[in-house]
Structures are given as structure tokens and as C-alpha cells.
């Protein structure tokens, strides 16, 4: 078959090229490189089952292809960049969507939409299914992203109920793994950008919020499944072991074998203080639910970096 994907050179939309290449499918990869980067992608080149265009999907798509999947991943994903960027993200989340679902609509294709879990905000919920309509501020400094994200499911169920587009809507939660921009602020890339740079490790608040972190082929993996199924509604896509961000931070020392100092800043505007995935739906409808423990993946995300920094540190003149 042949998919359509937007967002193909992000962390997530790379690792989605990847796997429906090696299940022997035909890709068009979309994106910009706001925030995606053609150091993911790099390895396509000269695939002949890959072709990539930059574009921006919030203007007009002109691809005469026709496509079997259409995947709609572009988005401004972590804080430093839709904060910087708030116009873009809603774009994102609002034309950028529809313009894919039309794609999808015009070809009598799979649509699947990548949503998240800041979807349910400052949950009064714990852990959160796909059932709680959370606990969002429409007009915090999170709200381009949220309300962008919520925006993306209301139009893409709109598209499935009016017009009869095939369609599912992943809700993601934290996911992590190679390819990720260490510079994105997200708690993840910054820990490890801290601690392979020796530095002290950035706390916010006290530690005690929780987040549940999902290795990047658990996701995708995930999300092969939900585009295949004839789920409509929102599924959760995470894993559920739930740890403090402190917990997490003592997680990263052991992986890098040394015990860096921790430090505390004031907690971001509208931080979530609980997040853990609810992932029954997703266990009951897709028989799908993480395999990679977070020490293995963390292992494997800090090794992929460190091999980044070896090919690019200068090297020393011979004696």
C-alpha cells in the first residue's frame, strides 16, 4: 500500500517511516523542519519505496498520489516549541488536519491522527481513560496546544460521521527514544542532554508530578495496530508505570552510572501534576500493550546519542 505521511521527519513520524518500509509499503513523508529534523530521514535516501517533500501541510497539499494510509503527525509537540510558536501549532492542529483529512477523504484512504494526552490537561482523573473529558485551561500558555489537539479529534470525528472517512485518534502519551531533540525541553531530552553533558539534572517543582515514559517502537507499534482496527473514538497509547519525575531523575543517574546533582526551578504555568495511561481500551481492542522496560530503552536512547556525539567531536591531530 501507499501512505501519506505528515511529520515524517519528526521523532515519532521517523520511526513510523521505518516501520511501514520494512512491512514493504510505499511512503511519502511531509514536514517542514519546524521542529523535525533531516538527520531522521537521512538513512531513507535513495529508498526507492520513500519519497520525501518538504511542505507545509497548514497550506494547500497538492500530491497527485493516491494513498491507501494517511498518518497526520506534524505538530509543535513540546512546550519550548509551541510556546515559542503558538500561532503554528493551532494551525497545525486545525488546518493542517483538515487538509490531510482531505486527502484521506478524496482517496478513500485510513486517516489516523496523532492526539495526546495533555487532552485531559490537569486531570481530576487518575490514571486517565479515554472516557474523562478532562481538566484543560482553553486560555492558559498550554491551551495552543490542547485545545489544537482537541480541536484535531472533534474535526477528524466530524470527517468519520459526515463524510464517512475511515478514521482513528491516537491519544500519546510521554514516548521516548532515539532521534529525539535533546534541546525540546521535554523532561526526557533534558535529562539526558544534562547528564551527558555532566551537568546537574533540572527539576521542576519538587518532583513529586508523575509521568509514564513509552519506547518509540511500543508506540508505533501502537499505532500500526489502531490504523488497522475499526476504532473510531480516542485510544490511549502509553505505558502505565507511573513514576515521579524524581524517580525518574534516579532512573537517568543509574543508566549513566553516576550520581549527578539534582536542582529544583518553579513549576511551569498549567503543569500537569498526574499522568498515567488508562490502556485497558487499547489491551481489550488492539491486543496491544509496551514490551520495552524503561532501563532497556533508556539504555538504548543514551547509547544512540552518545554515538552522535562521537561522530561529531573533532578529532585530535596525529602526535
Same mark, same amino acid.
Given at each position: 500500500?501507499?501512505?501519506? &505521511?505528515?511529520?515524517?521527519?519528526?521523532?515519532?513520524?521517523?520511526?513510523?517511516?521505518?516501520?511501514?518500509?520494512?512491512?514493504?509499503?510505499?511512503?511519502?513523508?511531509?514536514?517542514?523542519?519546524?521542529?523535525?529534523?533531516?538527520?531522521?530521514?537521512?538513512?531513507?535516501?535513495?529508498?526507492?519505496?520513500?519519497?520525501?517533500?518538504?511542505?507545509?501541510?497548514?497550506?494547500?497539499?497538492?500530491?497527485?498520489?493516491?494513498?491507501?494510509?494517511? @498518518?497526520?503527525?506534524?505538530?509543535?509537540?513540546?512546550?519550548?516549541?509551541?510556546?515559542?510558536? =503558538?500561532?503554528?501549532?493551532?494551525?497545525?492542529?486545525?488546518?493542517?488536519?483538515?487538509?490531510?483529512?482531505? &486527502?484521506?477523504?478524496?482517496?478513500?484512504?485510513?486517516?489516523?491522527?496523532?492526539?495526546?494526552?495533555?487532552?485531559?490537561?490537569?486531570?481530576?482523573?487518575?490514571?486517565?481513560?479515554?472516557?474523562? @473529558?478532562?481538566?484543560?485551561?482553553?486560555?492558559?500558555?498550554? $491551551?495552543?496546544?490542547?485545545?489544537?489537539?482537541?480541536?484535531?479529534?472533534? &474535526?477528524?470525528?466530524?470527517?468519520?460521521?459526515?463524510?464517512?472517512?475511515?478514521?482513528?485518534?491516537?491519544?500519546?502519551?510521554?514516548?521516548?527514544?532515539?532521534?529525539?531533540?535533546?534541546?525540546?525541553?521535554?523532561?526526557?531530552?533534558?535529562?539526558?542532554?544534562?547528564?551527558?553533558?555532566?551537568?546537574?539534572?533540572?527539576?521542576?517543582?519538587?518532583?513529586?508530578?508523575?509521568?509514564?515514559?513509552?519506547?518509540? $517502537?511500543?508506540?508505533?507499534?501502537?499505532?500500526?495496530?489502531?490504523?488497522?482496527?475499526?476504532?473510531?473514538?480516542?485510544?490511549?497509547?502509553?505505558?502505565?508505570?507511573?513514576?515521579?519525575?524524581?524517580?525518574?531523575?534516579?532512573?537517568?543517574?543509574?543508566?549513566?552510572?553516576?550520581?549527578?546533582?539534582?536542582?529544583?526551578?518553579?513549576? =511551569?504555568?498549567?503543569? =500537569?501534576?498526574?499522568?498515567?495511561?488508562? &490502556?485497558?481500551?487499547?489491551?481489550?481492542?488492539?491486543? @496491544?500493550?509496551?514490551?520495552?522496560?524503561?532501563?532497556?530503552?533508556?539504555?538504548?536512547?543514551?547509547?544512540?546519542?552518545?554515538?552522535?556525539?562521537?561522530?561529531?567531536?573533532?578529532?585530535? $591531530?596525529?602526535?
Amino acid at each position: 500500500m501507499r501512505h501519506l &505521511i505528515s511529520g515524517a521527519a519528526g521523532f515519532i513520524g521517523s520511526h513510523l517511516c521505518d516501520y511501514l518500509l520494512h512491512a514493504g509499503h510505499d511512503v511519502i513523508g511531509l514536514d517542514n523542519f519546524v521542529t523535525g529534523s533531516a538527520e531522521n530521514i537521512a538513512h531513507l535516501a535513495g529508498n526507492p519505496r520513500f519519497y520525501f517533500e518538504e511542505c507545509d501541510v497548514t497550506l494547500p497539499i497538492s500530491i497527485a498520489a493516491r494513498f491507501d494510509g494517511v @498518518w497526520h503527525l506534524a505538530s509543535l509537540a513540546s512546550p519550548k516549541y509551541y510556546l515559542a510558536k =503558538p500561532l503554528e501549532t493551532l494551525e497545525s492542529g486545525s488546518t493542517g488536519t483538515r487538509n490531510m483529512l482531505e &486527502i484521506a477523504k478524496r482517496d478513500g484512504a485510513r486517516f489516523l491522527v496523532t492526539s495526546t494526552s495533555e487532552c485531559y490537561g490537569d486531570p481530576l482523573e487518575h490514571p486517565q481513560s479515554e472516557t474523562y @473529558w478532562g481538566n484543560v485551561n482553553p486560555v492558559g500558555l498550554r $491551551s495552543c496546544y490542547d485545545e489544537s489537539k482537541r480541536y484535531a479529534e472533534a &474535526i477528524t470525528m466530524a470527517y468519520h460521521r459526515t463524510h464517512g472517512v475511515r478514521t482513528n485518534i491516537a491519544r500519546i502519551f510521554n514516548t521516548y527514544g532515539p532521534r529525539m531533540a535533546l534541546d525540546d525541553g521535554r523532561v526526557v531530552p533534558a535529562f539526558l542532554d544534562q547528564a551527558l553533558k555532566g551537568k546537574p539534572l533540572t527539576v521542576f517543582g519538587d518532583g513529586s508530578q508523575t509521568r509514564s515514559f513509552c519506547y518509540v $517502537s511500543d508506540l508505533v507499534e501502537g499505532l500500526a495496530r489502531l490504523a488497522g482496527s475499526d476504532e473510531r473514538l480516542p485510544v490511549n497509547l502509553g505505558n502505565p508505570i507511573e513514576l515521579t519525575i524524581l524517580e525518574f531523575a534516579a532512573r537517568i543517574q543509574k543508566v549513566m552510572g553516576s550520581d549527578l546533582p539534582i536542582i529544583e526551578e518553579p513549576l =511551569p504555568s498549567d503543569d =500537569p501534576k498526574k499522568r498515567r495511561p488508562d &490502556i485497558s481500551k487499547a489491551k481489550r481492542v488492539l491486543g @496491544w500493550e509496551p514490551k520495552v522496560a524503561l532501563d532497556d530503552g533508556l539504555r538504548e536512547t543514551v547509547a544512540y546519542f552518545k554515538s552522535l556525539t562521537a561522530a561529531t567531536a573533532p578529532r585530535k $591531530s596525529p602526535a
